[in-house]
């Protein structure tokens, strides 16, 4: 059982209390959702980026806005200033996970469609769901979520071996991320937003020496920076600030379980955005994932 870490000093600024007077009158599903919509809205905007920057530079680009988002927003070197050296590892273990995730992604969604990648990312989670599984209820929406994204999955082993690698990387990467997320959550309320930011900063300074050259361009081109923040505000900010005040607020089971989300809105939003029709066998994986969210949120109001 992890140790409940000791708060940090918050942020200055009247923000904080306002964030979580408003977070503890929405449901958790409901940043789970927000989350999810915009976890692959954001990357599926940055393939557009593909056009004009190395697969690095758009992932740097990704990072580094929305470090610059929680600078101005949250002043996250003063979570860094009132850490232990304890609480720093911690930091420092979740911005390098935040930096070669975002990466991997990347790099492998260059490769496969976004569906993919996104049902493959889905299995670590399932695995921390079914450690956490209590009720029978339970271990049917973790069936009915696996068969759905089992059929949302469509991987070609023999076209993009590479591909196929990065994507499972992504995974194990995504997974240490829930993990190191939810530790940062225990404390409640916005401490994890102003940690979030503080690992944000350190996940840049990871990936600069690799994609910091290919971003250049750029710092000259006003639309293509424009479009990097779009990038990282939808993909870096907004979901991991929901993800952190879901995480609050649930188990982390719960929360891994919720992330069959994932799978589906990225083919959903790989038909909106990217003209990625999907065959009939996903559409019914999608509708599987949203009645195990169901089942296993049902369960959760009958126990509340």
């Known amino acids: 059982m992890v140790k409940t870490l000791a708060r940090f000093r918050p942020s200055p600024g009247g923000s904080a ?35 004009h920057l190395d697969v690095l530079g758009v992932a740097w680009l990704r990072i580094a806005s929305a470090a610059v988002v929680f600078a101005v927003w949250r002043r996250p070197w003063h979570v860094w200033g009132a850490a232990t050296w304890r609480q720093r590892r911690l930091l420092l273990a979740l911005g390098t996970v935040l930096g070669l995730m975002n990466s991997v992604f ?20 399932v695995l ?19 068969t759905g994204v089992s059929l949302l999955t469509d991987v070609h082993l023999v ?23 939810h530790r940062l959550a225990q404390d409640g309320g916005t401490s994890g937003i102003d940690r979030l930011g503080a690992s944000m900063l350190v996940a840049m300074i990871v990936v ?15 639309t293509l920076l424009a479009a990097a923040f779009g990038v990282g505000i939808c993909s870096s900010v907004i ?10 607020r649930v188990s982390r089971a719960t929360f891994a379980l919720m992330l069959s989300l994932l799978p589906a809105t990225a083919a959903i939003t790989g038909i909106v955005v990217l003209a990625q029709i999907p065959s009939w066998r996903e559409a019914v994986g999608i509708a599987l994932v949203v009645v195990a969210v169901a089942v296993h949120q049902e369960r959760n109001e009958e126990t509340a």
């Open 17 to 51: 209390a306002r964030i979580a007077a408003a977070a503890d009158r929405v449901p958790p599903p409901a940043f789970l959702v927000t989350s999810a919509v915009f976890h692959y809205l954001g990357p599926a905007f940055a393939v557009l980026l593909f056009a």
């Open 106 to 125: 990347y790099l492998a969604l260059d490769r496969l469609p976004l569906g993919t990648v996104g049902a493959i990312e889905f299995l670590g989670p």
């Open 128 to 146: 921390l769901a079914v450690i956490g599984a209590r009720t029978g209820r339970t271990v049917l929406a973790l069936v009915l979520a696996v």
């Open 159 to 181: 076209d993009e071996p590479l591909g196929l690698v990065l994507a499972f990387g992504n995974c194990v990467l995504f997974t240490l991320y829930v993990v190191l997320g």
């Open 208 to 222: 600069a020496p690799v994609g910091i050259a290919d971003a250049a361009v750029t710092f000259v081109t006003p």
């Open 239 to 248: 979901p991991y600030v929901c993800d952190q005040l879901a995480m609050a």
